[in-house]
C-alpha cells in the first residue's frame, strides 16, 4: 500500500481516536448548545494539543461547529424532537456532502429516539461520506 495506505490507515486511528475522546466526554452541566461546544472543544484541545481546533468553520454555504486539522468535521444538535428539526438537520448535513468530509454528529440534550434512527438509517445510505453519531 506504501504512503498513501499508512495515510489512509493513520486516518482512520484519527477519527477512531477522535470518536473515543467523544464518547468518553462527560458534558454534565451542559445547559445550552454553546455550553455543549465549549466544553468538546476544551476537551479536543486538551488531548489534541497537536491539531488545530477551530470552531464554526464555513463548508460551502454551511458551518459545522468544531474542525479538527481541516479533515475531521463536528457537529452538535442539541433537543433533536420533532420531523422539521429532522429534516432541517438533513439539508444541513446535505449541505456538507457537496464538499466530501469526515463528520461527527453529536445528538445531545432531548432527543427522539425514533429520530436518531432515521438519522443512523441516512447516514448509511445517503451522505457521500463518512458520518458518525454519536448520542450525549
Not at 457537496?98 to 438519522?119: F, W
Request: charged share 30%.
Amino acid at each position: 500500500m506504501g504512503d498513501l495506505g499508512h495515510k489512509v490507515s493513520s486516518f482512520w486511528d484519527e477519527m477512531d481516536h477522535v470518536e473515543r475522546l467523544i464518547r468518553g466526554w462527560d458534558p454534565e452541566g451542559c445547559r445550552t448548545k454553546g455550553d455543549y461546544e465549549r466544553s468538546l472543544s476544551a476537551l479536543l484541545q486538551e488531548h489534541l494539543k497537536e491539531k488545530e481546533i477551530v470552531k464554526k468553520v464555513a463548508i460551502g454555504k454551511m458551518k459545522v461547529d468544531l474542525a479538527i486539522g481541516g479533515t475531521i468535521f463536528i457537529q452538535i444538535r442539541k433537543d433533536l424532537q420533532n420531523q422539521g428539526q429532522l429534516e432541517r438537520l438533513i439539508t444541513q448535513i446535505d449541505g456538507y456532502s457537496k464538499n466530501p468530509k469526515n463528520l461527527i454528529l453529536i445528538l445531545c440534550g432531548e432527543v427522539d429516539k425514533n429520530l436518531v434512527r432515521q438519522v443512523r438509517r441516512k447516514g448509511l445510505s445517503f451522505f457521500e461520506f463518512n458520518l458518525r453519531v454519536i448520542e450525549k
